[in-house]
């Protein structure tokens, strides 16, 4: 009985979202539950990591993604596989609609009265812009975590604060 | 008595000091850099170059300076208005850069270019004055803001969020997972295990060399061993049990294994040489 709800919970999906990691061939999934604390009866967060396997690096840091246990553990550490990149990170589609959204307004809105104010040359514009990560590891220092630097190196490390 | 005891078997903890450490790592401590300079609110540009001569913000809208003689033009520029116009026309330039639409002043992108703005005037002061506690404050409390806004920035418009990383010179590092006084015991730690890690690593890097340097002869032996016995079976008229294609198999491994032993040795070479120079 326990062997069939072992299985069973083998093929459950998981939602998380990609955290920085400094493993280089998998992708650090924090996934967020609910425990009874059961002399209080009430509900507290409790976070779940998991190591998944993502040889085509389909998510970057902050994506929100499905997961699902692999049949055979890869190694020690790396137990699930990335399914699907459900929401990129910062990046979001209305559902509804299937537009782009920026916040709480259309990005052809904020477009449309940029333009009746008339538009400038330095706006930014959404359609000229590259795929998020042209500034990863350059200005944007956000793949890796970041730590209190502890020593002085010969190579200066970004991620030390 | 018993302690009498106890201290002859057990040495105390003055004479454990004494003893040398056993493995040998040098720990110093980072310089505390302030919280206001750029190296650490991450702003690669200084300020814009703005030459003296230029009007203020308000005056060079003004029909009448256009034709003013130059005494005139002298007593409207930033040199002689002072810093705080200066200051607005530097705001002015940043937020330039970024701007949707002329009257554009509070969108996300333009409020972060004119913060940013406010700490490059702000970091020039506490460059020239260090112990201006107000303006160190004040440049703190602008550097948190923008910081913040950034992070927002990012998670509902990521492309927007590095073109104006790009657009400004900003560097953005997220937020630590915790943000504590640094101490010696930690570092050393942290310390002691990078050493161990290299130790680790240089061993199993040493004993991967050591097998696959094995690897060549083993390879010929085996082709030869392999070619051997499929001649026997060939000739007393045998069940053959081992076909072209293994011996194939053998003869690729053996060509892979000779291409990386080769670019290996070039490697070593190339150190020597280096050495040697």
Same mark, same amino acid.
């Given at each position: 009985?326990?062997?069939?709800?072992?299985?069973?919970?083998?093929?459950?999906?998981?939602?998380?979202?990609?955290?920085?990691?400094?493993?280089?061939?998998?992708?650090?999934?924090? /996934?967020?539950?609910?425990?009874?604390?059961?002399?209080?009866?009430?509900?507290?967060?409790?976070?779940?990591? %998991?190591?998944?396997?993502?040889?085509?690096?389909?998510?970057?840091?902050?994506?929100?993604?499905?997961?699902?246990?692999?049949?055979?553990?890869?190694? =020690?550490?790396?137990?699930?596989? /990335?399914? +699907?990149?459900?929401?990129?990170?910062? $990046?979001?589609?209305?559902? /509804?609609?299937?537009?782009?959204?920026? =916040?709480?307004?259309?990005? +052809?809105?904020?477009?449309? +009265?940029? +333009?009746? %104010?008339?538009?400038?040359?330095?706006?930014?514009?959404?359609?000229?812009?590259?795929?998020?990560?042209?500034?990863?590891?350059?200005?944007?220092?956000?793949?890796?975590?970041? %730590?209190?630097?502890?020593?002085?190196? $010969?190579?200066?490390?970004?991620?030390?604060? | 008595?018993?302690?009498?005891?106890?201290?002859?078997?057990?040495?105390?903890?003055?004479?454990?000091?004494?003893?040398?450490?056993?493995?040998?790592?040098?720990?110093?401590?980072?310089?505390?850099?302030?919280?206001?300079?750029?190296?650490?609110?991450?702003?690669?540009?200084?300020?814009?170059?703005?030459?003296?001569?230029?009007?203020?913000?308000?005056?060079?809208?003004?029909? *009448?300076?256009?034709?003013?003689?130059?005494?005139?033009?002298?007593?409207?520029?930033?040199?002689?208005?002072?810093?705080?116009?200066?200051?607005?026309?530097?705001?002015?330039?940043?937020?330039?850069?970024?701007?949707?639409?002329?009257?554009? *002043?509070?969108?996300?992108?333009?409020?972060?270019?004119?913060?940013?703005?406010?700490?490059?005037?702000?970091?020039?002061?506490?460059?020239?004055?260090?112990?201006?506690?107000?303006?160190?404050?004040?440049?703190?409390?602008?550097?948190?803001?923008?910081?913040?806004?950034?992070?927002?920035?990012?998670?509902?418009?990521?492309?927007?969020?590095?073109?104006?990383?790009?657009?400004?010179?900003? *560097?953005?590092?997220?937020?630590?997972?915790?943000?504590?006084?640094?101490?010696?015991?930690?570092?050393?730690?942290?310390?002691?295990?990078?050493?161990?890690?290299?130790?680790?690593?240089?061993?199993?890097?040493?004993?991967?060399?050591l097998l696959e340097s094995q690897q060549g002869p083993f390879l010929r032996q085996k082709l030869d061993a392999l070619k051997f016995i499929r001649n026997e079976q060939m000739d007393l008229q045998l069940p053959i049990t081992v076909t072209e294609q293994d011996i194939n198999k053998v003869e690729e491994q053996l060509k892979e294994w000779k291409i990386k032993d080769e670019?290996k040795e070039?490697?070593?070479?190339?150190?020597?040489?280096?050495?040697?120079?």
């Amino acid at each position: 009985m326990s062997r069939h709800l072992a299985d069973a919970a083998k093929k459950f999906l998981l939602l998380g979202q990609c955290v920085p990691t400094v493993k280089q061939n998998a992708t650090k999934i924090r /996934v967020k539950r609910l425990e009874l604390d059961e002399n209080l009866l009430m509900y507290f967060r409790k976070d779940d990591f %998991y190591y998944c396997h993502d040889p085509e690096k389909k998510c970057n840091t902050g994506d929100i993604v499905l997961i699902q246990a692999l049949p055979r553990k890869l190694t =020690k550490l790396i137990t699930h596989e /990335v399914k +699907e990149v459900v929401y990129p990170f910062g $990046d979001i589609t209305d559902p /509804v609609t299937g537009k782009k959204v920026a =916040k709480e307004r259309y990005r +052809e809105d904020i477009d449309r +009265e940029a +333009e009746i %104010y008339g538009k400038l040359k330095s706006g930014f514009d959404y359609n000229k812009a590259p795929p998020r990560g042209w500034q990863d590891g350059k200005k944007d220092f956000t793949s890796k975590p970041t %730590y209190t630097k502890f020593h002085v190196f $010969d190579e200066n490390d970004p991620y030390a604060v | 008595m018993l302690r009498r005891a106890t201290s002859l078997f057990i040495p105390n903890r003055g004479v454990n000091q004494l003893v040398k450490p056993l493995v040998n790592i040098k720990w110093t401590r980072p310089q505390a850099i302030p919280a206001y300079n750029p190296e650490k609110s991450g702003d690669l540009e200084g300020l814009p170059n703005i030459p003296d001569n230029s009007l203020g913000k308000e005056y060079s809208l003004c029909e *009448e300076i256009k034709d003013a003689p130059e005494s005139v033009k002298k007593i409207f520029s930033v040199g002689h208005l002072g810093k705080k116009e200066y200051n607005a026309l530097v705001k002015q330039e940043l937020m330039d850069r970024v701007k949707r639409h002329e009257y554009d *002043e509070r969108t996300a992108e333009t409020r972060i270019a004119k913060l940013t703005g406010q700490i490059r005037c702000l970091q020039d002061t506490m460059e020239k004055f260090p112990r201006n506690a107000k303006a160190k404050k004040a440049v703190q409390e602008i550097i948190d803001k923008r910081k913040k806004l950034l992070k927002y920035l990012r998670q509902y418009d990521y492309k927007k969020f590095e073109w104006l990383l790009e657009r400004l010179n900003i *560097e953005y590092k997220a937020h630590p997972e915790s943000y504590h006084k640094l101490t010696r015991k930690e570092s050393l730690r942290k310390l002691t295990e990078m050493h161990c890690d290299s130790i680790r690593q240089s061993k199993l890097s040493d004993y991967r060399n050591l097998l696959e340097s094995q690897q060549g002869p083993f390879l010929r032996q085996k082709l030869d061993a392999l070619k051997f016995i499929r001649n026997e079976q060939m000739d007393l008229q045998l069940p053959i049990t081992v076909t072209e294609q293994d011996i194939n198999k053998v003869e690729e491994q053996l060509k892979e294994w000779k291409i990386k032993d080769e670019l290996k040795e070039q490697v070593k070479k190339k150190k020597k040489n280096i050495l040697l120079d």
